[in-house]
């Protein structure tokens, strides 16, 4: 069974404040629709799931990320979720 507890910390995005290692993450208005991709994520070995609650303009997100115990053994570090400053 997933834990879904991280989603009740406070937390930025890692594209607000960076988090190490976190390799990929999406975004929702909703604890719910966050709750329901948990049960979609396959982790590899040395792979967790991360995340939590924020607020922007727009009003309360939650996020869901897969951060890596090593990049380096994760592979492709062009492929981290890194698109602006704010995750667009």
Request: aromatic letters at 8%; hydrophobic letters at 40%.
């Amino acid at each position: 069974m997933i834990t879904d507890r991280f989603l009740d910390e406070e937390r930025s995005l890692p594209s607000v404040e960076p988090m190490e290692r976190v390799v990929a993450w999406s975004v929702f208005r909703s604890r719910e629709a966050a709750r329901d991709l948990l049960e979609h994520v396959h982790l590899a070995a040395g792979q967790q799931l991360v995340g939590g609650h924020a607020r922007d303009s727009i009003g309360p997100y939650w996020w869901v990320g897969v951060q890596v115990n090593d990049l380096d053994q994760w592979g492709n570090r062009g492929s981290i979720n890194k698109h602006g400053r704010l995750g667009d």
